[in-house]
């Protein structure tokens, strides 16, 4: 397996490893191809509630392999859906974060990017080095990394090429927070278990709203928020955290 659901804690955190070290996480083919399986199969398994994406300690991952699509034409990409079972990334309902040390290059960066967050470690690094292979980010490096970071940014990162440190990725946006590169899987299981003790269904409406703030409008944006949030009040968790609040208990939520 290029690719392997390393393993799940009780907790309903799965961790996703990717295992290529040969070439740095570079995502061929069959690596992609099983990556969207494993998260598909995530979705679907009702005792997941939070995947966690990573690589090794000197990459995340070093973009799409090169070598595989150097001779590639571009029927070939087209009738291939070239990286379209990533799409089970930045589709998914559950939370997904990525965990990143080292290179996340390319369509490393851009993997980084579907997922909901990124928790970087000391020595992580990004960028979209497409340019200098006479090509450009084909899985949302124009597109997810703008609206990241902004249009000045994105523009200077796409068009030079350059990488980026952790630091510099955080204060862009890019990242969420940076951990130490050992501590990197454990801090990040910190923040994926709280999350999986919440409500399930109720944390994939928070993610399903705060992906509408980067599709749409900002007033279309907020009808949307509040027709969701009228709609938790439907469920037994909100009561079930409401009450539990008012009484001075921890909740116990039921994912209904
Ligand atoms: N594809 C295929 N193989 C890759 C690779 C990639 N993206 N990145 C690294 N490798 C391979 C290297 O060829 C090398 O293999 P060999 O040992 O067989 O020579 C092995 O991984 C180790 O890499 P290096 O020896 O180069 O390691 P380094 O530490 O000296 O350099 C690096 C690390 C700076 C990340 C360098 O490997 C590099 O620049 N990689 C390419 C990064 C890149 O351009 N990524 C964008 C790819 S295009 C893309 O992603 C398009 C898209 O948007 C869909």
């Not at 923040?191 to 007033?219: D, F, R």
């Not at 949307?224 to 009484?247: C, Y």
Request: glycine share 8%.
């Amino acid at each position: 397996m290029e690719s392997e659901k390393a393993f799940f804690k009780d907790s309903g955190v799965a961790i996703i490893t990717l295992n290529r070290p040969k070439a740095l996480n570079a995502l061929c083919k069959q690596l992609v191809q099983e990556l969207g399986q494993v998260v598909s199969l995530c979705e679907k398994d009702p005792s997941v509630r939070v995947m966690i994406i990573t690589g090794s300690q000197k990459a995340f991952a070093a973009g799409a392999d090169i070598k595989e699509m150097s001779t590639m034409t571009a029927m070939q990409v087209y009738n291939e859906n070239l990286f379209g079972e990533l799409d089970a990334v930045s589709k998914a309902r559950k939370p997904v974060i990525a965990a990143v040390n080292g290179f996340a290059l390319g369509g490393g960066c851009e993997l980084a990017m579907m997922c909901d967050f990124i928790v970087a470690g000391e020595n992580a690094k990004f960028g979209q080095p497409e340019i200098k292979l006479g090509t450009i980010p084909g899985i949302g490096g124009t597109q997810r990394l703008t609206k990241a970071i902004g249009k000045a940014k994105a523009m200077e990162w796409n068009l030079t090429g350059d990488l980026h440190d952790a630091v510099e990725a955080e204060k862009a946006g890019l990242v969420s927070r940076i951990v130490k590169t050992e501590q990197l899987l454990e801090e990040t299981l910190k923040i994926a278990e709280k999350i999986a003790s919440y409500s399930q269904p109720i944390a994939a409406l928070a993610k399903e709203c705060v992906n509408k703030a980067h599709e749409t409008g900002l007033q279309e944006g907020l009808v949307f928020e509040r027709r969701v949030f009228m709609s938790t009040f439907a469920s037994k968790d909100q009561k079930e955290g409401m009450s539990a609040f008012a009484e001075k208990r921890t909740p116990k939520f039921v994912d209904e």
